[in-house]
């Protein structure tokens, strides 16, 4: 079945330490987001990639880095410099098409201390 | 300011009552989608239903119906007997085109709903 894999479930790092969490889609998307939740915020985009090769800073991009080397793969790396990255993170995409809604992966949940 | 907004932080209802989710949206675009999205407690956020914003007319699936009004900027869901598989947060969401001709969704802040049996 298509679907977005985000792995893993829950990520414990160190304060200081950089950390990646995985974002993989077999659903032939273009477009790939990444969102972050905290409690009563709602979802804010941290990035977003339209194409292989390129990536777009979303509203909250501090402290975070992406890449998109393949079409099913986007990953997030959190870095030091993110000041409160205990947060739980999501992945998604959508095709091409302006109207189409995003689909979502399962989330990881990063707990830094 | 927000561009979606979500007043109701959190809604508790009996089963069967019927419940209406609000969403308050903001754009000067002519062109732009709205979404809703059901996020259970696994996570993962599911699409619910889409409208465009030339098409006003109000779509009725089951249990679910959305109210989308542009003269007051709002795109309601209203869920009809509810049951306790209903529980979750619900988001709005407003797609509008940004810098590039990408469209980009915005979420609101999410409305948890309760259904008590």
């Known amino acids: 079945d298509g679907g977005i894999t985000q792995s893993p479930k829950y990520l414990f790092r160190k304060e200081g330490q950089n950390v990646t969490l995985s974002c993989e889609q077999n659903?032939?998307?273009?477009?790939m987001y990444w969102y972050r939740q905290d409690p009563g915020q709602g979802l804010r985009l941290i990035y977003y990639?339209?194409?292989?090769?390129?990536?777009q800073k979303g509203d909250i991009a501090e402290g975070y880095s992406v890449s998109r080397e393949k079409k099913e793969s986007f990953p997030l790396t959190v870095t030091s410099a993110q000041k409160n990255p205990t947060a739980f993170y999501l992945c998604?995409?959508?095709?091409?098409?302006?109207?189409?809604?995003?689909?979502f992966g399962n989330g990881t949940r990063l707990t830094v201390t | 300011a927000q561009k979606v907004t979500q007043a109701q932080t959190e809604i508790s209802v009996v089963e069967k009552e019927d419940v209406t989710l609000d969403c308050v949206y903001e754009?000067?675009?002519?062109?732009?989608?709205l979404f809703w999205y059901k996020q259970p407690p696994s996570g993962e956020l599911v699409f619910l239903i889409r409208?465009?914003?030339?098409?006003?007319q109000n779509e009725i699936s089951g249990r679910y119906s959305w109210n989308f009004q542009k003269s007051t900027s709002s795109f309601n869901f209203t869920i009809t007997a509810s049951q306790v598989v209903d529980s979750a947060v619900y988001f709005c969401?407003?797609?509008?085109?940004?810098?590039?001709?990408?469209?980009?969704?915005?979420f609101g802040r999410g409305t948890s709903l309760i259904v008590h049996p």
């Open positions: 998604a995409s959508k095709t091409g098409v302006s109207n189409s809604p995003l689909h």
């Open positions: 969401a407003l797609s509008e085109v940004q810098r590039g001709g990408s469209y980009i969704p915005t």
């Open positions: 409208r465009n914003s030339f098409d006003e």
């Open positions: 659903l032939n998307h273009d477009a």
């Open positions: 990639s339209q194409i292989v090769n390129d990536f």
């Open positions: 754009t000067r675009d002519t062109t732009y989608y």
